[in-house]
């Protein structure tokens, strides 16, 4: 196994071997949020990430403001999954963003996305969620990726642009390169 950089930031030796568990959907919905506080408080994740265009952000961002210390990022969403529970982008509602399904909400699949979305488009959308996260007072700490959507070669540019942009490290899958001329 290559040594990890990151791992020097985190106190760690770079040889080290780390378990993080991680709270994804943090925002979705109201359920998330106690469940996220008692599993924190309990010490049984580390990590978690909100949802920006989720209806429950706002509550889970007061969250990180009273504990200043937890380790969130943002969830970077693309997608809007449930039949009748929906959300869409924060940066838009131009259809031509192929970012709207015909709802006005974000696609239901990644495979929607990825096939539809404009790259432009999407890096501006993954820049005005972390963006808004920051404005609500939550200290992102990491990206990662809702439903894996970022995960393909029209989106993952995009996705890393706004790593680099905040300075903030993205959770990338650990791919061979097979898997990554697959996507």
Same mark, same amino acid.
């Given at each position: 196994?290559?040594?990890? /950089?990151?791992?020097?930031?985190?106190?760690?030796?770079?040889?080290?071997?780390?378990v !993080?568990?991680?709270?994804?959907?943090?925002?979705?919905?109201?359920a998330?949020?106690?469940?996220?506080?008692?599993?924190?408080?309990f010490?049984? !994740?580390?990590?978690a990430?909100?949802?920006?265009?989720?209806p429950?952000?706002l509550?889970?961002?007061?969250?990180?403001?009273?504990?200043?210390?937890?380790?969130?990022? *943002?969830?970077?969403t693309l997608?809007s +999954?449930? +039949?009748?529970?929906?959300?869409? /982008?924060?940066?838009?509602r131009?259809?031509?963003?192929?970012?709207l399904?015909a709802? &006005?909400?974000?696609?239901?699949?990644?495979?929607?996305?990825?096939?539809?979305?404009? /790259?432009e488009?999407?890096?501006?959308?993954?820049?005005?969620? *972390?963006?808004?996260?920051?404005?609500?007072?939550?200290?992102?700490?990491h990206i990662?990726?809702?439903m &894996?959507?970022?995960?393909? /070669?029209?989106?993952?540019?995009?996705?890393? +642009? *706004?790593?680099?942009t905040?300075? *903030?490290?993205?959770?990338?899958?650990?791919l061979? +390169?097979?898997?990554?001329?697959?996507?």
């Open positions: 196994m290559l040594p990890n /950089p990151v791992l020097r930031k985190l106190g760690l030796a770079e040889n080290d071997r780390v !993080i568990i991680h709270a994804d959907d943090v925002g979705m919905c109201q998330t949020l106690p469940a996220f506080a008692e599993l924190i408080d010490g049984l !994740i580390s990590s990430a909100v949802m920006v265009p989720c429950w952000f509550a889970a961002a007061a969250f990180c403001r009273e504990h200043p210390g937890v380790d969130v990022g *943002v969830h970077s997608t +999954e449930w +039949e009748t529970y929906r959300w869409g /982008p924060v940066s838009t131009d259809p031509r963003s192929g970012l399904d709802q &006005g909400c974000f696609p239901r699949t990644s495979e929607e996305v990825q096939a539809c979305a404009q /790259p488009a999407a890096r501006t959308e993954l820049e005005a969620q *972390v963006k808004r996260a920051v404005e609500a007072g939550v200290d992102v700490t990662d990726t809702h &894996g959507t970022v995960a393909h /070669p029209r989106l993952t540019g995009a996705y890393l +642009e *706004v790593a680099l905040w300075q *903030v490290p993205p959770m990338l899958l650990r061979d +390169e097979a898997r990554w001329r697959a996507m």
